[in-house]
Antibody, heavy 124, light 111 residues
Framework: QVELQESGPGLVTPSQTLSLTCTVS??????????WSWIRQPAGKGLEYIGR????????????NYNPSLKSRVTISADTSKNEFSLKLSSVTAADTAVYYC???????????WGQGTLVTVSS | QSVLTQSPSVSGAPGQRVTISCTGS?????????VHWYQQLPGTAPKVLIY???NRPSGVPDRFSGSKSGTSASLAITGLQAEDEADYYC???????????FGGGTKLTVL
């Protein structure tokens, strides 16, 4: 079964760039069958879709889609050789403090499975 | 303000039935996009509970059921158990935003 695991710094300084990686095991991100996504959840609040990437091992075609509210600051990329995908969020503020999840998008529609999540705190 | 609207909280006694509603609009649920439901137990990641409006993944008890009508969807839980105490989120796709969207979540308390 597919499992996802987030990794990256737990503390980021304001105005800097948040960088996280999601490592996928039990399946290939370049199978071409799924999208791979990032979602975040501030403490005590709801879920917010950040963006997603599609990869197919046969080409360099890796289209992305981002939440319009974050689009100017977000970049999602993939490294198929490592079977992982990454999130970069620039110019962070305290409002970006949240638990960040990676998840697979099934049928271009629902999110399953999810990683366990990683808490990122933006503070000086 | 979430694109999909859920009541913040709902409660019920063990054994009872509760429903959680999710209200959208003509650009998401009303446009025919499927609704999915997630259960988030305290301190854990969300897990899909119902997908494509009415379908339960293997391992999800049949006490959980989903429905959709017009611009709304509902999650019903029968035979409430203490272990059902969690946050529940609905999710769909919104064509005007070209994005996947979530409800604000409903906290279920088992009395």
């Amino acid at each position: 079964q597919v499992e996802l695991q987030e990794s990256g710094p737990g503390l980021v300084t304001p105005s800097q760039t948040l960088s996280l990686t999601c490592t996928v095991s039990g399946g290939s991100i370049s199978s071409g069958s799924y999208y791979w996504s990032w979602i975040r959840q501030p403490a005590g609040k709801g879920l917010e879709y950040i963006g997603r990437i599609y990869t197919s091992g046969s080409t360099n075609y890796t289209p992305t889609n981002y939440n319009p509210s974050l689009k100017s600051r977000v970049t999602i990329s993939a490294d198929t050789s490592k079977n992982e995908f990454s999130l970069k969020l620039s110019s962070v503020t305290a409002a970006d403090t949240a638990v960040y999840y990676c998840a697979r998008i099934v049928n271009t529609d629902w999110f399953d499975p999810w990683g366990q999540g990683t808490l990122v705190t933006v503070s000086s | 303000q979430s694109v999909l609207t859920q009541s913040p909280s709902v409660s019920g006694a063990p054994g009872q039935r509760v429903t959680i509603s999710c209200t959208g609009s003509s650009s998401n649920i009303g446009a025919g996009y499927d609704v999915h439901w997630y259960q988030q137990l305290p301190g854990t990641a969300p897990k899909v509970l119902i997908y494509a409006n009415t379908n339960r993944p293997s391992g999800v008890p049949d006490r959980f059921s989903g429905s959709k009508s017009g611009t709304s969807a509902s999650l019903a839980i029968t035979g409430l158990q203490a272990e059902d105490e969690a946050d529940y989120y609905c999710q769909s796709y919104d064509s005007s935003l070209s994005n996947w969207v979530f409800g604000g979540g409903t906290k279920l308390t088992v009395l």
